[in-house]
């Protein structure tokens, strides 16, 4: 550059040098895409036109000006070069851009020439970041949107051939010929409403620790497809992760489906889930993690007539007593029964003395004709109390308002 006005070759020079200097102090600059590096460098080129105008002239860029760089910023979303790395770079490049102009324009005040600089750096590195991160976020966005749709068809199994399916779990990333399950997370009942800002905690609280899954908030609730062939350590995570989305107990759960060898099986698994949350909030109402492993056996059984006339007539019309006797004689055997027939946990749970729990039982005993400590001869009542949250009519036990006061015991 000359004190005359300076010419396109001159520009071109620095915009060289700044790269350059970029690429040397910037490991992350170090080894870019021949392609991202031209860009890089005609950026510069613009950049050193700017700054020499801004600080002769001791003025803010114009709106146009700052719009080139603001549209280079949102070109390294897509080059991959991060957000930390660019703005180091917007650093860097304006003060080799000050060495030369100092260089350059002895005309020019020191003070000023520094000053000017620092404040260009500010203008330009906080024109990047906003254009940087909103072109992050939009392209998040349409991610996400993509995401959101083929996982809504891979649930529906809305494909004409299994080669389509599977090309759409492999656009997700995830290999259609390797296990994974399948799990759920909806509100409850209780709930009254969706609870979509807690669902997407949750989502991003498992993507955390599991980034190879993949995940979206459907109209079935958030569903997520873990890459395993167990769900052991999916259930801890879950609770772990429902505990801390700051939900209030019992208002949000998870449904876990039994792993599927391939991608065919994923809908039936998504299914399973749903399930195995339906199931679950009603056998078992204080867990917030569900899997239909351990429901399966209660989906043989469907609310209704069935299951109602098989209940009274188990506990109905064999335990007998009045009305009084009978409820706690059932509140009695669906404790013992549910705590796998502990008798310590049991006594415990029921709040009396482990000899009051034994003459329960023995009355029991004595009133169907059963031996109730016997797993294989008390199969049938341990069926029916299982059966109990199941239930939509229980005038069997004199109080319609029993069932709830036995099932929160």
């Known amino acids: 550059m000359t004190t005359s006005e300076p010419q396109p070759e001159d520009f071109g020079r620095v915009g060289r040098y700044v790269t350059d200097t970029i690429c040397a102090a910037n490991p992350d600059y170090a080894n870019l895409d021949p392609a991202v590096l031209a860009d890089v460098v005609q950026t510069n080129v613009h950049n050193a036109r700017i700054y020499l105008q801004a600080v002769a002239h001791q003025r803010r860029p114009t709106g146009e000006e700052l719009a080139t760089l603001a549209e280079a910023a949102r070109r390294r979303v897509h080059q991959g070069i991060a957000l930390g790395a660019m703005l180091r770079a917007y650093r860097i490049g304006a003060r080799a851009m000050w060495e030369k102009l100092s260089e350059s ?5 020191h003070r000023t020439l520094t000053d000017y600089t620092l404040r260009y750096i500010d203008w330009v590195s906080s024109e990047a970041e906003r254009a940087y991160l909103a072109e992050r976020d939009r392209l998040l966005d349409s991610r996400l949107e993509a995401t959101r749709l083929l996982l809504s068809r891979i649930m ?4 004409s051939t299994a080669e389509e399916r599977d090309a759409a779990v492999r656009s997700l990333g995830l290999d259609p010929r390797q296990p994974h399950a399948t799990v759920v997370i909806g509100p409850t009942s209780r709930a ?3 609870l979509d800002d807690v669902l997407l905690e949750v989502l991003q609280e498992i993507r955390r620790h599991v980034p190879g899954s993949i995940s979206s908030l459907l109209r079935r609730g958030a569903v997520i497809l873990v890459p395993t062939a167990a769900t052991s350590g999916i259930e801890t995570l879950l609770e772990r992760a429902l505990r801390q989305s700051g939900a209030e107990a019992g208002y949000v759960t998870a449904g876990v489906g039994r792993p599927t060898p391939t991608a065919e099986g994923l809908p039936a698994a998504a299914r399973e889930a749903e399930r195995a949350r339906a199931l679950g909030e009603i056998l ?8 239909y492993e351990a429901t399966a056996f209660f989906d043989l059984f469907r609310q209704g007539e069935p299951v109602d006339t098989f209940v009274a007539t188990v506990l109905g019309e064999f335990l007998g007593g009045d009305r009084t006797s009978r409820i706690d004689l059932v509140r009695t ?4 029964f549910t705590l796998g027939m502990n008798r310590r946990a049991t006594a415990t749970r029921l709040g009396i003395h482990p000899n009051t729990l034994d003459y329960r039982l023995r009355q029991a005993a004595k009133t169907s004709g059963v031996e109730l400590t016997s797993p294989e001869n008390s199969f049938r009542f341990q069926l029916a109390v299982r059966l109990l949250p199941l ?3 229980t005038s069997w036990l004199g109080d319609e308002d029993a069932l709830g006061q036995i099932l929160a015991t």
Request: net charge negative; with cysteine.
């Open 105 to 109: 324009r002895p005309d020019l005040d």
């Open 156 to 159: 529906e199994d809305d494909f």
């Open 192 to 194: 009254g409403h969706t």
């Open 284 to 291: 078992f109402p204080d867990r917030l993690v569900h899997t």
């Open 333 to 336: 055997l669906y404790v013992y």
């Open 391 to 393: 239930c939509t009519h």
